[in-house]
């Protein structure tokens, strides 16, 4: 067994490379550019949205408050008759990034946390590169991923956005387990 705090160095370390990794695959790769579209005649939507000063949040439209106004006919007339949203209003404003690759780095370090526990707990001291990798990097697959299933399977968000998500979460726990596997404590 490996103490959480001897793998300070990995968690931190595998969440830098983790933050640039997903800042090249934002900014220089750019595959994720086709994971949301542009609302037809987008300008005569927003102006009739902008009367209801729609408070930052979820929404989903049309919306009920019960199973049984769910079964009702009027309900039922409504989702016929469209359209069905399910939308995140932001503040208004100038969008800064700030925030959020801050809570993003915060999110790899905890991710990076759950790895060295659970590599930590399986593992002892010079445990072999392969058997860290495995460890740490499949823990962080699980932390970056599997989440993401859930707004496919209930939200209809494009199963191709996921499978992308999907996917750059391997890469990050490709480059933790990596890292773990690199940085594992040894006995002197």
Known sequence: MVPIMSLWLPILLSAV???VASSIIH???????????????????MDALR??????????LPMCSSTKEHRSPE????LKKG??????VLPSGPFS?????????LYSIVVGVFAAYIAGRALG???????????????????????LLHDSIWYKRAWST?????????????LTGGTFGWLWPRLM
């Not at 900014?27 to 939507?45: D, F, G, I, R, T």
């Not at 359209?83 to 995140?88: C, D, G, K, N, R």
């Not at 700030?98 to 780095?105: A, H, N």
């Open 17 to 19: 490379i983790v933050f």
């Open 27 to 45: 900014m220089v790769l750019k595959y994720h550019n086709s994971n949301v579209k542009q609302v037809p005649n987008e300008n005569a939507v």
């Open 51 to 60: 009367p209801f000063n729609i408070p930052p949040g979820d929404y989903m």
């Open 75 to 78: 309900f039922t007339e409504k």
């Open 83 to 88: 359209p069905v949203i399910t939308m995140t």
């Open 97 to 105: 990034m700030t925030g959020s690759l801050l809570l993003w780095f």
């Open 125 to 147: 001291p010079e445990a072999p590169y392969l058997h860290v990798f495995r460890f740490a990097g499949c823990t962080a697959f699980i932390g970056y991923s599997l989440a």
């Open 162 to 174: 996921t499978i992308k998500f999907m996917f750059d979460g391997l890469v990050y726990g490709l």
